[in-house]
């Protein structure tokens, strides 16, 4: 089955990185697999089809960032596919179990829509596999421009359902989709969906124009730019996304191949090896050998590091004999290119280049035969082996002194809040909070998750439990934001000059000072 051949490629390249990958992680990865099938569309309009393949697809991002496994789309219609079903297919239940197990998916999500009067109502229902119960409906239901809410809101219920202990907001996956205008994502789900090239190419790049910064938009332009041989544009598109972005392993492999494809080898080394430096899949490190190469510099290394993850990939091999005998090495090149020709037996060049190092023929004039790059790249994989690695990661964690595990999470969940990411970093923060429960920094960062999803009560609570745990000015300037927020300019003089005597210099404090002086406010 196709997840399960390429869950074994992830683990054997997360062991090249930690060695000790335990039973128990991988047991944990494969409790929490879930496909979302698109939501069946019964408002009886044709022209409403796009919001079923948005639930799947929002459903997929916020499971995603609560620590589910999810299926991708493309997984999800190979699924058909090898069941002899068409992409719109409706399963039965009976179905719906089949291709949950050609998938090894443990929960399967379906629902339904209908829109009337200017209102959406959906129901989601969750089927564990494994013990081939079906939940009741679950409901959500507003106006069609809050489509986001009823999807994100359906997500956290659906979340709840599959893990009661998630204690991540049901304001934060509402939160996840802030700034996003719904005519962005229809563009963008109608991209993903189109029956033709030119039409899911135009549809993509309006949304694009009209959010800027949706990376999940940004990646499905670049890879349909890539697959188009459009390699400068599809450079520039891909990277627009962060470094920090969940999606940014995917756009450098992508933007890697779209760098090598216009000759820029120096650049694709470089995309290749941020990713490998992550997540060392086979193609990943392959193909920064092979960008090495062309370069002339020694890429060996770095090629030996996939044939060992994958041993039975022949082009790994036959990259290997390739470089030693440019080396001179023909003896290690004689041994790689046999290994080769043993698994791939029918195949021409490799053949040939086996006679010339056997010494059964000579070289003939212009015989130079190159590394070959990996131009196929599963997502299945990269998600797999990313989920496992988060999850070696908590492992790692859980072994250290409680105030240096709360310090690791709370950096993360810093870094995610950057990004604007707020679900993924309000689990950080609460994971920072299970392992030290009076960690000041931890609270600082739930109440700026909360500041942010709005839920003002909420946030200034956290600030104070903050406070509590250890004055700091980042907890304060919470409270003056919440509190100018409020109109209560007084209190916020009095919390931003408790964090400027804290640290006298904090920009953002000087700035805060400064509009309340506007105000004719000053601090006590």
Do not use: C
Not at 236 to 249: C, E, H, N, R
């Amino acid at each position: 089955m196709r997840l399960t051949s390429f869950s074994r490629i992830a683990v054997v390249a997360v062991a090249t990185v930690v060695p000790a990958f335990s039973a128990q992680a991988q047991e944990e990865a494969g409790g929490r697999v879930v496909l979302v099938l698109p939501f069946d569309n019964r408002s009886g309009q044709a022209n409403l089809d796009w919001i079923g393949e948005s639930f799947a697809n929002t459903l997929n991002a916020r499971l995603q960032s609560a620590g589910f496994l999810t299926i991708t789309r493309d997984d999800r219609v190979y699924a058909l596919d090898h069941l002899g079903l068409p992409e719109g297919f409706r399963p039965s239940r009976a179905t719906t179990i089949r291709i949950a197990q050609t998938l090894d998916a443990q929960f399967v999500v379906v629902g339904n829509f209908t829109v009337a009067d200017g209102t959406v109502t959906a129901n989601a229902q969750v089927l564990a596999v494994n013990k081939l119960n079906m939940t009741a409906p679950l409901e959500q239901s507003a106006g069609l421009p809050r489509l986001l809410d009823v999807e994100n809101n359906l997500a956290w219920l659906v979340a709840r359902t599959m893990d009661p202990k998630l204690n991540v907001s049901q304001t934060t996956f509402e939160a996840a989709s802030a700034g996003l205008k719904l005519d962005a994502y229809e563009s963008y789900i109608r991209g993903l969906t189109a029956p033709t090239a030119d039409e899911r190419l135009n549809r993509l790049k309006t949304a694009v124009q009209l959010a800027p910064n949706n990376t999940e938009a940004l990646l499905a332009l670049g890879k349909m730019q890539y697959t188009r041989g459009d390699y400068e544009a599809a450079a520039a598109t891909l990277g627009k996304i962060p470094t920090s972005d969940p999606l940014a392993l995917e756009a450098g492999f992508y933007r890697g191949l779209a760098l090598f494809n216009n000759a820029k080898y120096a650049e694709a080394e470089g995309a290749f090896a941020t990713v490998s430096t992550k997540l060392p899949l086979p193609e990943v490190v392959n193909n920064q050998g092979v960008a090495m190469a062309r370069q002339h510099k020694d890429g060996i290394g770095q090629l030996t590091r996939a044939s060992q993850a994958d041993p039975q990939d022949a082009d790994y091999h036959f990259n290997l004999a390739v470089s030693y005998r440019r080396k001179g090495d023909n003896v290690h090149a004689k041994e790689q290119i046999d290994q080769a020709v043993k698994i791939r037996p029918n195949e021409a060049e490799a053949k040939q280049l086996q006679a010339v190092l056997g010494g059964t023929q000579q070289a003939p004039a212009g015989f130079d035969p190159q590394e070959r790059i990996r131009r196929t790249y599963s997502e299945a994989a990269f998600r797999q082996a990313a989920f496992q690695l988060d999850l070696i990661r908590a492992a790692h964690l859980a072994s250290l002194p409680a105030d240096q595990q709360a310090a690791a999470y709370t950096q993360a969940g810093q870094d995610y809040l950057n990004q604007g990411l707020v679900l993924e970093a309000e689990r950080e923060f609460q994971s920072a909070l299970q392992a030290d429960p009076k960690s000041s920094e931890a609270h600082v960062g739930l109440a700026m998750v909360r500041e942010r999803s709005g839920n003002a009560d909420d946030a200034r609570k956290e600030a104070q439990a903050s406070l509590n745990a250890k004055p700091n000015a980042a907890a304060y300037l919470v409270m003056a934001r919440l509190d100018i927020s409020a109109n209560n300019n007084v209190a916020a003089a009095s919390d931003v000059g408790n964090a400027l005597r804290l640290e006298p210099q904090n920009g953002s404090a000087l700035a805060m000072k400064n509009l309340l002086a506007g105000r004719g406010v000053s601090l006590p």
